[in-house]
């Protein structure tokens, strides 16, 4: 990490709202353990500005970290047992686990994230040498599609090398959550999420190329307007398996256009080759697919081109297309998303807008004018709870840091 970022963490840590969470965590970690809590770490959560479904495909993205989050006070204890408890879900208890055995365990719910994690984190070799008592707070919605479970993963390994003096940088403890996700949860999602919290940086969105791992940061110039998030309180449900489903097939549209282009993933492909070679795929759905896969690539690279050329019309602009792919070919949104789309794009002062993260639920992100921000949430939820019968929840976001100790 260099400099700058390091001053930013310093001063979220210091920062009057840092404070109050860090002696609420501290206070809780009091009573559930009956002992002091020796650190407080914060990760953040993620925002997905454009680059949808793109991560698994060798394709660009451009997420933020958000300055919501999840917190943790943490300690070692003298035994080789972990106790996991969350704020957000009390009425679970303290969750325990040896950590010489960790397995996924269908009871122990939220804590098989940060057993995941601990668990890649001891089979790469990390010298994890003795259990700990960790208390969580996050002010991330559940199941909301801003990466509340990969803020725990990236949390947890910083606060493990934060405690045990680990040498693992930002970007690695990214790839551990990952990992942790696709062989201990059974996800198969990308590398995203994790490297947007891991890597986050304040007022700077990421345009990451997840082939290579090369990113640059973009200030997040939006001028007089403001990043609202819209969560369809839609719980994701059948999600996972549907996220795993798009996923393979889009690998088996791959396998088809290999017999025929020496690529290795959509993301290498331009639109023009790829409209050239679809027929091979043999299959509509799956063409649908990867097409979106290949334009909502080629999307993203103009998108960052267009934003750094201040041409934020043009973002917004992207951004539509790229929820219309996602309704249309790659078949993620469903009404719920679909409804807070449509109604955002007939309130005035909108630039862009557009569902965000995995779908099936979840939020929408939507770029709006600062004096509209109102009207908007007023509008929109209205027009929300009428169709679906249900209400939305509005944020309006600001981009942040990674993680660090209160
Ligand atoms: C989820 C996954 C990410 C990414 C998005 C869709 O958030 O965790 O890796 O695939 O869905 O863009």
Known sequence: MHGPQREEHAAAARSEKGADMKEKLLEEFRSVFGREAERVFFAPGRVNLIGEHTDYNGGHV??????????AAAAKNSDGTLRFYSMNFKEKGVITADIGDLKNEKEHDWANYPKGVLKIMLDAGYSIPSGMDIVYF???????????????????????????????????????????????????????????????????????????????????????????????NKKRGLGDSKYNERR??????????????DIRSLGELTEEEFEANRAVIGDEVKERRAKHAVYENQRTIRAVAALQANDIEEFGRLMIASHESLRDDYEVTGIELDTLVETALAQEGVIGSRMTGA???????????????????????????????????????????????L
Do not use: W
């Open 138 to 232: 996050g002010n991330i919605p559940n199941s909301s599609g801003l990466s509340s479970s990969a803020s725990v993963e990236v949390l947890t390994g910083y606060a493990a090398r934060e405690l045990f003096g680990l040498a693992v940088d930002f970007v690695e403890l990214a790839k551990l959550g990952q990992k942790a996700e696709n062989e201990f949860i059974g996800v198969n999602c990308g590398i995203m999420d994790q490297f947007a919290i891991a890597m986050g940086k304040k007022e700077h969105a990421i345009f990451l190329d997840t082939a290579t791992l090369s990113y640059e940061y973009a200030p997040l110039v939006l001028g007089d307007s403001k990043l609202v998030i819209a969560c369809s």
């Open 359 to 405: 779908g099936f639920g979840g939020c929408t992100v939507s770029i709006v004018r600062a004096d509209r921000v109102d009207a908007f949430i007023r509008n929109v939820g209205e027009a929300y709870i009428n169709r679906i019968g249900y209400g939305a929840d509005f944020y309006v976001v600001e981009a942040g840091c990674g993680p660090y100790t």
């Open 62 to 71: 451009f997420p933020c970290a958000l300055t919501i989050g999840t917190y």
């Open 248 to 261: 393979s097939e889009c690998e088996a549209a791959l396998a088809k256009l290999q017999t025929v282009l």
